[in-house]
């Protein structure tokens, strides 16, 4: 009976792996499922872990034989520089790359927008991944294509061409001819990828599991891997990414500056996506251009005229995709998680293309608006409020000393020089410490903010190859600002009054003042003025290098668009605007005040006394567009119905509690009305001297032009 039962166990065991044999490889990408899966097919693992072996051990011994060669000078004919080195360096490795398949080419092209960090060189080598990948048989191409659409290929095309026009880690794309005559991209996947990912995943899952063990870390690193493993599995199926196309093209319709191409679900299918043909130029493409490579030594092949017209075009890339970039993690929460290099175009009309749709990341609102205040707390050196948005985007474990991770980051950080209010630094540099002490605090990674800390990366990368002095900081912080002043929501109101309120709710003008000025600056607050009858002037003024914050503010106000700023108002200490106001550091807001009551009180004299003054003149005059704006000294703001500022009853319930708040304080209130005295009258004085030139420019002018008109008449 022993004999019998233990036979028994031995074919319940095999036939336990007739059926793990037999169970195919999951579709859907599951770590149990892949580990169960490979875990009887033990040869292919070892397999491929000695091919990786074997590729990057070869390419070691390739480097250090060039090293040797240099040291020795077997060749003292060929002179190699550092920079020469680099991109041997990067050639070496891309070849490594390519030899080991998608995966890694995919890890290559990640490398390739970080030159911050591989550097310049290495980075022009692997940036050949995006674009330079060896295709796979055309036969092989249609037939796939046939078997996915059920029929032959000329049923549906008229013409396909005869080499893919470009080729990537995943698939290829042929340019082709619907029959109906439409222009379209036709991407074929490569055979047996499926196979070949999730074997390189489940690899690299055990590697990461190893490190853990020897690292004798408490989080999971192979997570990491599972998380890439669903990405690159949902890139695999063109049906979701033709679903991802589709509906980051109706989230981001809005924006007229983004171009996402059209999709033809009647010619798609797992393994074929079938897009509308995008006419644009490459990031690489420009790239090259302008910097005109240096390696070769050859004579440029580009005029001067040529490069500079390829730098102002990728410039003009780089904001639009920075842009881009802050619209879809601030405005829509879905973002782009692959935006290297080859799935960008720059289009003729000005638009940044977006290509590639396999890869989306969509945000909580609640990560969003961590990540806003993330932004701003960094700009402001608020370490501790830092850490409570890192807690809120689910990166700080509870349980964590908060103290210590503040005064960890201070450290790391405290170093960071500021220009005009902005971090003079990079993004990726405090991003890299930050990790650090991620590192050393054992912080967790959620997959958004793996996904998301990829795509700004991956974009300043970019930026950064067509414009070293590129500050992320310095480009985003203008749409942050727009999003905090204009959206009335909880969340943004309770990062505006933590930013600019300290805890006595006094006010903090001086960050106010650089909210405003580098959205002014930046032309971020352009949508503030929107319902307004004059758009928004040039709030820049070149002779003292500021700007006018004074009409900036009473424009937004009383604006639908400056809920969020009554309600500060409201919220603030009243005694602490009214000190700022009649400060030393208010001097320029008061000067501000100043000309627009001037201005408010020369339009109210001109429609008194100035009857006589035609429409035309009287809206030259208002413009500053006459002879006697030099002469006169006023501003040149342009005309405005300031007296809707003042019948506005919320900005008169505003005044009021301001007023009220700080009647207590009587010194205050006699420093106040001393300052307001000297405003209207010199406003006063200002207006009347205005009224007086205007009125003789209109009715003795004539008298002076009538000699000027007889000689010419002569």
């Not at 970039?325 to 929460?333: A, I, R, S």
């Not at 040039?538 to 668009?561: E, G, I």
């Not at 000067?591 to 008194?608: N, P, R």
């Amino acid at each position: 009976m022993s004999d019998l039962k233990a036979l028994e166990a031995y074919a319940g065991y095999f036939y336990y792996l007739s059926k793990m044999w037999s169970k195919p490889l999951p579709e859907v990408y599951d770590p149990q499922d892949v580990a169960h899966y490979f875990s009887v097919r033990p040869h292919l693992v070892a397999l491929r872990i000695l091919e990786v072996f074997s590729s990057f051990a070869s390419a070691v011994i390739s480097i250090r034989t060039s090293g040797f060669r240099k040291i020795l000078q077997l060749n003292p004919e060929e002179e190699v520089d550092d920079k020469t080195s680099q991109y041997n360096f990067g050639m070496v490795l891309k070849e490594t790359m390519l030899n080991l398949g998608p995966t890694f080419i995919k890890v290559g092209q990640s490398l390739s927008t970080r030159p911050d960090i591989i550097g310049v060189e290495m980075s022009k080598a692997l940036s050949e991944l995006h674009d330079k990948i060896p295709p796979f048989p055309r036969a092989v191409a249609m037939k796939i294509i046939a078997e996915e659409l059920g029929s032959p290929v000329e049923s549906f095309f008229s013409y396909i061409s005869e080499e893919p026009i470009a080729a990537a880690s995943f698939g290829q794309v042929y340019f082709a001819h619907t029959t109906d005559g439409i222009n379209v991209a036709v991407k074929v996947q490569r055979p047996n990828l499926h196979h070949v990912v999730v074997r390189d995943i489940y690899i690299l899952r055990l590697g990461l599991g190893l490190l853990q063990k020897i690292a004798n870390r408490k989080s999971d690193p192979r997570l990491y891997a599972d998380e890439l493993g669903k990405g690159f599995v949902g890139e695999l199926d063109y049906t979701l990414e033709a679903a991802n196309a589709s509906k980051f093209m109706e989230v981001h319709s809005p924006f007229a500056f983004i171009r996402v191409p059209k999709i033809y679900p009647h010619l798609s299918r797992k393994r074929v996506l079938t897009m509308e043909w995008m006419v644009g130029e490459s990031p690489t493409d420009l790239l090259s251009v302008s910097t005109e490579s240096s390696v070769s030594g050859n004579v440029s092949e580009y005029s001067e005229r040529q490069k500079i017209d390829a730098k102002r075009r990728l410039l003009d890339l780089v904001n639009k995709g920075v842009e881009a970039t802050l619209v879809q993690l601030l405005e829509t929460g879905l973002l782009h998680a692959d935006p290297h290099p080859g799935n960008l175009r720059y289009t003729s009309s000005g638009q940044i293309g977006f290509l590639d749709f396999g890869l989306l990341c969509q945000m909580e609102k609640k990560h969003q608006f961590a990540m806003l205040a993330s932004i701003v707390h960094i700009v402001n050196g608020d370490w501790a409020s830092l850490v409570r948005a890192l807690t809120d985007m689910d990166v700080v474990k509870p349980g964590t000393n908060i103290r210590l991770v503040t005064m960890e980051l201070e450290q790391a950080l405290g170093e960071v020089e500021f220009k005009e209010g902005i971090p003079d630094v990079k993004f990726s540099r405090v991003l890299g410490k930050i990790w650090s002490v991620a590192f050393k605090y054992h912080f967790r990674m959620p997959p958004y903010y793996t996904l998301v800390l990829r795509s700004l990366a991956s974009f300043e990368g970019l930026a950064i190859a067509a414009d070293s002095n590129f500050k992320t900081f310095e480009a985003a912080y203008p749409y942050v600002v727009r999003k905090l002043l204009t959206e009335n929501s909880a969340a943004t109101r309770n990062i505006l009054h933590s930013v600019l309120l300290n805890r006595k709710k006094e006010f903090q003008w001086q960050r106010l003042s650089l909210f405003l000025r580098v959205g002014a600056s930046r032309k971020a607050l352009q949508l503030v003025a929107s319902n307004s009858e004059t758009s928004l002037p040039h709030l820049q003024n070149k002779a003292t290098d500021k700007f006018d914050v004074a009409f900036l503010v009473l424009r937004l106000l009383p604006s639908k668009d400056g809920v969020a700023l009554r309600r500060l108002l409201m919220t603030a200490d009243g005694a602490s605007l009214i000190k700022v106001m009649v400060s030393k550091e208010g001097k320029f807001f008061r000067e501000q005040l100043c000309k627009i009551m001037a201005d408010v009180l020369y339009q109210w004299m001109i429609k008194l006394f100035g009857q006589g003054i035609t429409v035309s003149q009287h809206s030259r005059v208002i413009l500053g567009n006459g002879p006697s704006n030099k002469e006169s000294g006023r501003s040149s703001l342009p005309a405005y119905d300031y007296n809707s500022i003042f019948r506005d009853r919320r900005l008169r319930v505003i005044f009021s509690k301001v007023l009220k708040s700080a009647s207590s304080d009587k010194i205050l209130m006699m420093r106040f009305c001393w300052a307001s005295l000297v405003i209207i009258m010199t406003a006063s004085t200002l207006a009347c001297h205005r009224v007086v030139v205007s009125l003789s420019e209109v009715y003795l002018g004539p008298l002076f032009d009538a000699p000027k008109r007889y000689a010419v008449s002569a």
